[in-house]
């Protein structure tokens, strides 16, 4: 797999992220991708020739190693890899659609822009950015859970007893350096875990600064008289916090018709 392709594919999503996308960026091809490619490729790729069982049964090491290995680490954490990185691709393909319509719309309106800055995390671009954060925590977290799920825990066992026909009996197999599987294991597990804390703390941040501009708008309507009286303060300002509610609930119903249009 080119795997140099896909980081150069995703290196122009650094624009549009935040600071902690760009974080969690650098953590998935510093610790994971090139420890996946450099190391963890080499440490697995004698784990079926170096597969001991202590017996000579033809087919019992086969049958053994399938059940003791569902399914390879390596395999695994490419698709995982694979999964956790088309979300941000998808938040790329958007912009790209956007500058292709500003582009459009800029040729039919004498150089009029439909977007100030097509990358702008606004309207139906920030709603595809937060849903690509979900999608990425909820891929790593499946992914870790699956991991454990198959070989009960994180752990790499020196020794695993097999009983599956057609083995004569209760058999012993060894795996090749298991100590440093194991380690492998526990640090891509806890490389994953640290994405998927960065991508909670990315939402965190996206939603806050949301939630102070919609804060900033509304108080920005309220406004005290040191002139007159202080019950015709308060009421001006319960008729200024109404009138801040209606026009926000009329922001909110403008922005669920954008996202909601096909043009977005």
């Not at 510093?30 to 597969?51: T, Y």
């Not at 937060?130 to 909820?138: D, E, G, N, P, R």
Request: aromatic share 14%; glycine share 4%; proline share 4%.
């Amino acid at each position: 797999m080119n795997w140099s392709a896909l980081e150069s594919l995703l290196s122009g999503v650094n624009k549009y992220s935040t600071v902690f996308g760009r974080v969690w960026l650098s953590m998935v091809f510093v610790f994971r991708v090139m420890v996946f490619v450099v190391a963890a490729q080499r440490v697995w790729g004698d784990e079926s020739k170096d597969f001991v069982c202590n017996t000579r049964q033809p087919g019992c090491t086969n049958v053994c190693y399938d059940s003791i290995f569902p399914i390879s680490h390596i395999r695994l954490w490419a698709l995982q890899l694979i999964f956790v990185t088309c979300p941000s691709l998808m938040v790329m393909a958007h912009v790209k659609y956007r500058e292709g319509k500003d582009s459009k719309y800029a040729s039919q309106h004498q150089g009029s822009h439909l977007y100030a800055n097509p990358g702008k995390k606004r309207g139906g671009l920030w709603w595809t950015y937060l849903v690509s954060l979900i999608f990425k925590a909820v891929v790593d977290a499946a992914f870790l859970y699956i991991l454990y799920y198959i070989y009960h825990g994180y752990d790499m066992p020196r020794l695993s007893k097999c009983a599956l026909e057609p083995c004569p009996n209760t058999v012993d197999c060894y795996i090749s350096r298991p100590t440093e599987k194991k380690i492998f294991t526990i640090f891509m597990v806890v490389s994953s875990a640290i994405c998927i804390f960065m991508c909670i703390l990315e939402m965190f941040y996206l939603l806050g600064k949301r939630l102070q501009k919609l804060l900033k708008v509304r108080s920005s309507y309220i406004r005290v008289d040191p002139t007159i009286g202080s019950q015709q303060n308060i009421s001006r300002q319960k008729k200024a916090e109404e009138a801040a509610d209606t026009s926000l609930m009329y922001r909110l119903e403008m922005n669920a018709l954008y996202i909601s249009s096909p043009s977005v």
